[in-house]
């Protein structure tokens, strides 16, 4: 059974970092591709970044050089580093992966900025 568990959220001022971690069980991080999403509260899921099997990087316009995607094999854990976090930055942050086909997603860990 694929699983994956995020943490790392918590409350921390503008200007600040995290760092979040996507922990995956039954799939392995470094032959699939990693997604970060996020859902603030009233507005829909958006896709934050990405980790492809052959290590390519893709980040979101909003979060283009303040975030950073990365993964350790030997953990089977894929990390997003965020910097300079903003209020706006303020929502439910989400893994997922493909499993046969079909998508897997994290209980999500919660990332609040106060300004």
């Known amino acids: 059974q694929v699983q994956l568990a995020e943490s790392g959220g918590g409350l921390v001022q503008a200007g600040g970092s995290l760092r979040l971690s996507c922990a995956a069980s039954?799939?392995?991080?470094?032959?699939?591709?990693i997604r970060w999403y996020r859902q603030a509260p009233g507005k829909q899921r958006e896709w934050v970044a990405l980790?492809?099997?052959?290590?390519?990087?893709m980040y979101a316009d909003s979060v283009k050089g303040r975030f950073t995607i990365s993964r350790d094999n030997a953990k089977n854990t894929v990390y997003l580093q965020m910097n300079s976090l903003k209020p706006e930055d303020t929502a439910v942050y989400f893994c997922?992966?493909?499993?046969?086909?079909?998508?897997?997603w994290g209980q999500g860990t919660q990332v609040t900025v106060s300004s």
């Open positions: 997922m992966a493909f499993a046969a086909s079909r998508q897997v």
């Open positions: 039954g799939l392995t991080v470094s032959v699939n591709t």
């Open positions: 980790i492809g099997n052959n290590d390519s990087t």
